[in-house]
């Protein structure tokens, strides 16, 4: 009897002890995996808590319609988002006032210092963004020595491939909801494709980037159409003849893109969000001769491209005239 207590005893002594190394196993990959998916996401954009006050120091290193991409010290990267009341100044000078700039001004590259809360997508919603002035005349510099063409493919390319991230990420979400999955996927696949949705060509005089009767009506009607879209942003390209030296030819193409930026701004109420950063490209795109009179009148121009995704090209209801989404 006290040996079949004491085999009993032996035997439960041995299951309980395998029990414990069986269940010590998976606490130890767990954390082996834990380690491992925390190196794979310190360089993904980090999420801000919804309401959370942040005020932090970066530099930017991606530029789209509506918001930046900020990389702090520690090389995470933050959303930033623009409104119409973020403030954005140099640090103050002698009377601590600080020069006020444009949401366009907004270059990657830039060193910003970045104030604001968080919204329930995980952006920053900027409230107030300073930056030194010597900065910026840096940030200038490095964009207007990069091939003017080449960069506007890539902001273009980066939009694309940011919208191409959204649908892959909602494809995901939809395949655990199988009640929606196809309507989703319907929508998602058409956010991959990018449309110029209107485009037209304002010209102008020489030596001139005064926008003339013909050239203000053909930004009324394009003004006109942007009230049916929604999620759409504008493209502002400048351009110039071969006449006179390279870089007055790059100055008066940026004037000439940002007069037909100001007049949709401020005729129209086209948020400054909307606008793709205006781009002049001197002489380096002619469309024409510039050896003709005729040829040279056609290099003079800017060109307005409305670009809008396929996944929210469907016209929205018509809002009264002078107010864009």
Known sequence: MNINKIKTS??????????????GTPLVFGQDSSVQTTGERTRDTRSVPSGAKMKFRGV???????TFVVRDRSRADYQVLLTDNTSIKTHGGFFRGGKRYAVTDILTGLIVEVEGRGDAQGQLVAEKIRFNESDMRAAITTETRVGPIEDNQQRIAGQIDELSAIAAEARNEASAAQATA????????ALDDYDVQEATVINFRVNSAVLSPEARQQLDALAAKAINFKGYVIEVAGHADATGNAARNFRLSQQ?????????AVNHRIPLRRFITPMGYGKTDA???N??????????????????SRGMSSPTSTTPAGRNP
Request: net charge positive; glycine share 4%; hydrophobic share 45%.
């Open 10 to 23: 032996q035997s439960f002594m041995l299951a309980f002890g395998l029990s414990l190394v069986l269940t």
């Open 60 to 66: 930017v290193v991606r530029r789209d319609a509506d």
């Open 182 to 189: 196809n309507q989703a996927n319907e929508r998602i696949s």
């Open 256 to 264: 000439r893109a940002e007069s037909v930026v100001q007049y949709l």
């Open 287 to 289: 469309v024409a001769d």
């Open 291 to 308: 050896t003709t009179p005729a040829g040279r009148a056609q290099n003079r121009r800017v060109e307005v491209k409305m670009l809008v």
